[in-house]
């Protein structure tokens, strides 16, 4: 039973002979959303705070809390064919303190729609466009473009928070707090990928090189350009 749900197994799915190196990153990445959910929803609390119980983009927020958890949910069906492993699924029952302690309630709520949004989601979106071409047809396949889907518009809520912010105030203080964000971002994408001899590119698995240039040319292509027209970086 996942989240609530009973999941039948296709028994032609590549995953039932898959290595125990794709269902250990596959746990790291159901961590990850789990993790998402519970920001997401943080942050939709303390927007409404900041810009009314009416706020779109608080709205916004928490329907991607909603995804990520659903995301969680195609992760545990992945680790449901691992049945070398007593694998328990997680759950969202705690709290994650996301930035400095001494930022106002406003400016908490920028840093993290940029770190989340502006850079986390948007570099997760391109590792998962490389992933999604790769990925063998099947349960892999829908996980990856399902999760993809979403995250192009998580992204957004970190750009339309900015847009917002520097309308009323400068955000250029965040310039100090973006090597910081990035290699959050890098060690929550990277480093959960095991150095493996075997292509496992099937299950929806780059290597470390592999995603490190991915990352590298967003933030070069995508990110840091579009921080620097409100004067960060």
């Not at 930022?103 to 920028?110: A, T």
């Not at 955000?171 to 095991?194: G, N, R, Y």
Request: hydrophobic content about 40%.
């Amino acid at each position: 039973m996942l989240l609530g749900y009973k999941l039948q197994l296709e028994p032609t799915e590549p995953l039932i002979n898959a290595p125990k190196a794709v269902f250990q990153i596959w746990r790291n990445r159901e961590a990850i959303e789990i993790e998402a959910a519970i920001i997401f929803k943080q942050l939709a609390f303390d927007m409404h705070r900041v810009w009314g119980e009416n706020d779109q983009i608080a709205r916004i927020c928490m329907a991607a809390s909603s995804d990520e958890l659903r995301h969680a949910v195609r992760c545990q069906r992945i680790l449901s064919y691992d049945h070398s492993a007593d694998y328990q699924p997680l759950t969202a029952n705690y709290r994650v303190q996301f930035g400095p302690k001494d930022l106002s309630l406003e400016d908490r709520v920028l840093y993290t729609a940029v770190g989340v949004g502006c850079i986390t989601e948007t570099l997760s979106t391109a590792l998962l466009l490389e992933m999604n071409k790769r990925a063998s047809p099947g349960v892999i396949k829908d996980t990856v473009h399902e999760i993809l889907s979403d995250e192009i518009n998580h992204g957004r809520i970190g750009w339309a928070e900015l847009t917002r912010y520097s309308r009323r105030s400068d955000p250029s203080w965040l310039t100090k707090h973006i090597p910081q964000l990035v290699k959050e971002a890098f060690s929550d994408e990277i480093s959960p990928m095991l150095r493996d001899e075997n292509d496992l590119s099937k299950w929806g698995i780059l290597t470390p090189d592999q995603s490190d240039l991915i990352m590298q040319e967003t933030l070069n292509k995508i990110i840091y350009p579009g921080l620097k027209k409100f004067s960060i970086v």
